[in-house]
């Protein structure tokens, strides 16, 4: 059956269809499936990730499901309110760390034409939690459920998996290869990847399409962004399977404690999270072989005890906004970053 005038789904014109599904018995509906979906391409080629055929540059924003008022539970209008600061912000994606998302936001995703990076529920772990049993069974339960389930959202440009996980060793490259090949048998049409945080360790480039790298020059260390991603860079393109394939970063960002002002710019105050959120991307958005970014995040988190690292608050505070939604010093500074970089 050929239908006529369809359209491409773009962030420019996010054109969507329903699909109306009916079981009969007779002339009798007993059960109907109602779906939504898109028209749409997405291919890596060479260097570069292709939407319809046009290259794609992210703009985005990593993303967690947390609200101080509902906690894991957000209600819709706390998805839309989110996505228009998303927006306002100049952001063109949002990366789903770490776990499948809500399927009312992909909807809102979908209908904005908002990209979506979404990943398995891993992340963080060691070889010997990797080992454990019941890691691979759970891992892929969750990665086959949301391919599932979501694919036909045209939102979802890309499947990602454990992230920051024990990519530097044989074991943890045969959990990547068996993940990876779960999600081809369940879909062909888009790209995969992992965010490494493995600096000249990783092993399992030559499994995604794309190479994505969490890294916090500035932050965790006084390498100069640029320099640490040109470093980085190279590496990957002599060392590594990785060569020749998109790259991107998917993290990147420093924390700053809302209300904290400093004139001598003192580490977790606004102004140092903005000069250094300025320096980050600037570098990242001027490498011209990065096809985009995502920072380390959208709004401040909480953290269970054992992850809190030394972080004020019991709080990942990395956001441009805290965690109700505030902005930091640094919005203003992203804004416009993401608008001139456009």
């Not at 109907?32 to 028209?39: A, E, P, V």
């Not at 081809?184 to 995969?192: A, F, M, Q």
């Not at 002002?261 to 570098?283: C, H, I, V």
């Amino acid at each position: 059956m050929a239908f006529e005038g369809v359209r491409a789904w773009s962030p420019a014109e996010p054109a969507l269809y329903t699909a109306d599904a009916r079981l009969m018995k007779g002339e009798i509906a007993f059960d109907d499936l109602i779906d939504r979906f898109g028209f749409r391409e997405v291919a890596v080629e060479g260097q570069k990730i292709l939407l319809n055929g046009e290259p794609v540059r992210i703009r985005g924003v990593c993303r967690h499901e947390d609200h101080p008022q509902f906690g894991c539970a957000l209600p819709f209008s706390a998805m839309a309110a989110d996505l228009a600061i998303i927006r306002d912000l100049g952001a063109n994606s949002v990366r789903t760390a770490h776990y499948p998302n809500d399927e009312r936001f992909l909807d809102l995703c979908d209908e904005q034409g908002i990209l979506v990076w979404e990943e398995n529920h891993a992340r963080g772990l060691s070889l010997e939690q990797m080992q454990n049993p019941n890691f691979e069974r759970q891992a892929e339960q969750v990665t086959r459920e949301m391919v599932e389930q979501h694919c036909n959202h045209p939102s979802v440009y890309i499947w990602g998996i454990l992230n920051e996980c024990a990519s530097d060793s044989p074991f943890g490259k045969e959990c990547y290869k068996k993940q990876f090949a779960l999600i081809r048998s369940l879909d062909e049409s888009r790209p995969r990847s992992f965010a490494s945080c493995k600096f000249k360790t990783d092993i399992c480039f030559g499994l995604p399409e794309v190479v994505s790298y969490n890294i916090y020059p500035q932050w965790y260390h006084e390498t100069p962004a640029a320099e640490y991603l040109a470093d980085l860079y190279g590496w990957v393109q002599t060392q590594t399977e990785g060569a020749g394939k998109p790259f991107m970063i998917t993290e990147i960002g420093a924390g700053g404690i809302y209300g904290f002002r400093s004139a001598y710019g003192t580490k977790w105050s606004e102004e140092n999270q903005a000069k250094t959120l300025r320096e980050q991307l600037d570098a990242v958005l001027s490498f011209p072989d990065c096809v985009g970014v995502y920072i380390w995040q959208f709004c401040d988190i909480r953290v269970s005890e054992e992850w809190w690292g030394g972080r004020p608050r019991t709080m990942n505070n990395k956001g441009v906004t805290d965690e109700y939604r505030r902005p930091k010093l640094c919005y203003q500074a992203v804004k416009e970053i993401y608008k001139d970089k456009k």
